[in-house]
């Protein structure tokens, strides 16, 4: 399974951004429809942190408090793709986006539980 990342950018705090995540490949006959997508980010000199995460088929989505209510995960199965909107972007959410996929049913935020990752995006916010 390959990801890509991308959508990533320079832009105002304030401003919007919409990240999409393309899925391809298939390993032992599973299909997009059957990974769940997280988005985590890594600022400079930080640990990769969760942001946010759509589960499979049914769409439950999660994400961490501090994005909660600016921004929304989606996910088109028709393109095998996951977008990630982030609205009232702030300067504490510059860093480097990944997306990755996870076989887990639960929608999990460790990073550990995850078995395949997109190169990253850069999100640049300036104030």
């Known amino acids: 399974v390959q990801l890509q990342a991308s959508g990533g950018g320079s832009v105002q705090a304030g401003g919007s951004l919409r990240l999409s995540c393309q899925v391809s490949?298939?390993?032992?006959?599973?299909?997009?429809?059957?990974?769940?997508i997280g988005w985590f980010r890594q600022a400079p000199g930080k640990e990769r942190e969760f942001v946010a995460v759509?589960?499979?088929?049914?769409?439950?989505?999660y994400y961490r408090d501090s994005v909660k209510g600016r921004s929304t995960i989606s996910r088109d199965n028709a393109k095998n793709t996951v977008y990630l909107e982030m609205n009232r972007l702030e300067p504490e959410d510059t860093a480097v986006y990944y997306c990755?996929?996870?076989?887990?049913?639960?929608?999990?935020?460790?990073?550990?539980?995850?078995?395949?990752w997109g190169q990253g995006t850069q999100v640049t916010v300036s104030s």
């Open positions: 990755a996929a996870t076989r887990s049913s639960s929608l999990t935020i460790r990073t550990s539980n995850y078995d395949y």
């Open positions: 490949g298939r390993t032992s006959g599973r299909t997009f429809t059957t990974y769940g």
């Open positions: 759509i589960g499979w088929s049914d769409s439950r989505t």
